[in-house]
């Protein structure tokens, strides 16, 4: 697949996209369990779990942690090994009202999916095939627009672009 070209630079494809998911999601499961450890910890001085609290918890630290790198860098630690910077429709940085709408549309959109996987493993196959039919035509529908948009960068006005690797420095 060609690359697509913005006044910022060329969009990034899925699988960039998706390396750096994985790249960031495993920082985040880390960022999870020591949260975790902490609840467990307090679950047990208190008498009782803390899971309602704990997912709260757990959404608001994802949110910290991509917000941040957004707004300062416009790059992850996974977008910076994948080469991709995230920017406005200007091309300029992403502001904090910006990067709250793309991660609570791209949250929206991956509970939508684990409710819909859910509904699969208590329905079967008929629900199965509706839910793999729908994430296949969610990322059809993005490879056909014509800057490659998926719905929280379209949402929130903002593009995903190729980050040219930058030259070592000396010391």
């Not at 959404?59 to 992850?76: E, K, Y």
């Not at 208590?122 to 793999?132: K, N, R």
Request: charged fraction near 10%; aromatic fraction near 10%; avoid cysteine.
């Amino acid at each position: 697949m060609a690359a697509h070209s913005t006044g910022q630079g060329e969009t990034v494809g899925l699988l960039r996209r998706f390396g750096s998911m994985i790249y960031d999601g495993l920082l985040l499961l880390a960022i999870w369990l020591v949260l975790g450890l902490l609840f467990v910890f307090l679950g047990n001085l208190v008498g009782r779990p803390m899971i309602p609290l704990q997912f709260v918890v757990n959404l608001v630290a994802a949110w910290l942690f991509l917000a941040w790198f957004w707004t300062r860098t416009g790059q992850t630690l996974g977008m910076q090994t994948w080469n991709i910077r995230l920017r406005d429709d200007d091309g300029g940085p992403v502001t904090v009202w910006k990067a709250t709408l793309r991660y609570l549309v791209a949250l929206a959109q991956w509970l939508l999916l684990l409710f819909a996987i859910h509904l699969a493993r208590e329905y079967g196959a008929a629900v199965t095939i509706v839910v793999t039919a729908l994430v296949v035509v969610g990322l059809g529908i993005s490879q056909l627009h014509p800057r490659r948009l998926m719905l929280h960068d379209w949402l929130s006005g903002t593009v995903l672009v190729h980050a040219p690797k930058q030259a070592a420095t000396a010391h």
